[in-house]
């Protein structure tokens, strides 16, 4: 474990969201993806009072755009940067987002890079899941883990409740628990400073794009969810199955983008650094029970750090389902309080390319706000695998020393 401060470490100077929108029917039905990066792009640098020029390179995490690295670069290009800054897309399916991150941060450990930003974007209006037809080689069906990648997300959350035995009350448990600290987090205020009001857009009568409404507010949490109204709900995979509706993830539009530089760039251009990136760990596990990947991913970078579980303050676990987050919380025996103090993906949504960047600066903003030290991103990943990442506040800007 590291205590002191180098002028290497990677540092994040600047973290902002747009709101998550539920994808069917929320404010971002419209908007296509690439105005929601340039919403995202423009904000962290002009929250850093920065001359776009001077980032060094962008990467961007989604999953679904058709052409994605088209859309990401007609987003910079809407965001005011110039067309020396490169930009990139990755897609490591849910944490796309972190992975656009860590792909920054590696930039700036190897030094090809000193300043770059990491996001994340999904409009699950323009392009949902439902639209995508995957071309399929027939030689899949000869290897049992290849086979198994082609399971449905909902299926293998049947299959890890099922398997680990988390029942149907302990699932709409959980989910309504992620509702209930939207709502509170919401109510107030804890969102404010990490949202960046964004302009919708909306067709005009002619069918033509034009701005809308300026969204400043998820609008996907539900305040009136109760244990009896979850309960009430049909299985959505399994007649006899367990994973519903209301104790999954919301299909949302978003995104999401975090600048990073090295400490040493951030002295050079006034910076403020806000918390240092300590370690990250992706992993591999079953696709059949791809959901149980924080509870490899977790152990995994604690480990790089030199940390254990006690030395974590605030646990960011994607809530891709409530059956594969309580077995992660209960495997590792997190304490509840500790795992998404403000609500999960169950509440807030889950813009697939965006989650991970957006859960980064939650937890950044989180932790400022409530003066802690430590966090931990993590999520599970289509296909199996897992990743987790260790973040660490400025120790001035935390009460824990």
Known sequence: RREEMDDGDVVIVCGLRTPICNSRRGAFTKTPPSDLLATVLQAVVEECDLDPAVIEDIVVGNVLADVSSLMARIGEFLAGFP???????????????????????????????????????????????????????????????????????????ENVASKFGITREKQDEFAVESHRRAADAQKRGYFSNEITPTIARKEDEDGDLVEGDKIEADDGIRSNTTFESLSKLKASFNKKGTTTAGNSSQTSDGAAAVVLCSRRKAFELGLKPLARVVAYSVVGVPPDIMGIGPAVAIPSVLKKAG?????????????????????????????????????????????????GARQVVTLVHYLLRTKQRRGIVSMCIGTGMGAAVVIEVEPQLSSKL
């Open 83 to 157: 067309y020396t800054t490169p930009i990139a897309t990755i897609n490591r399916q849910c944490s796309s987002g972190l992975q656009a991150i860590m792909t920054i941060v590696g930039e700036i450990t190897s030094g090809s890079i000193d300043i770059g930003i990491g996001c994340g974007v999904e409009s699950m209006s323009s392009r949902p899941m439902t639209s995508i037809r995957p071309q399929v080689n027939p030689r899949l069906f000869s290897n049992s883990n290849a086979q198994a990648c082609l399971v449905p997300m909902g299926v293998t959350s």
């Open 307 to 355: 940390l254990s579980i006690n030395d974590i303050d605030v646990f960011e676990i994607n809530e891709a389902f409530a059956s594969q987050a309580v077995y992660c919380v209960e495997k590792l025996k997190i304490p509840k309080q500790k795992v998404n103090p403000l609500g999960g993906a169950i509440a807030l949504g889950h813009p697939l390319g965006c989650t």
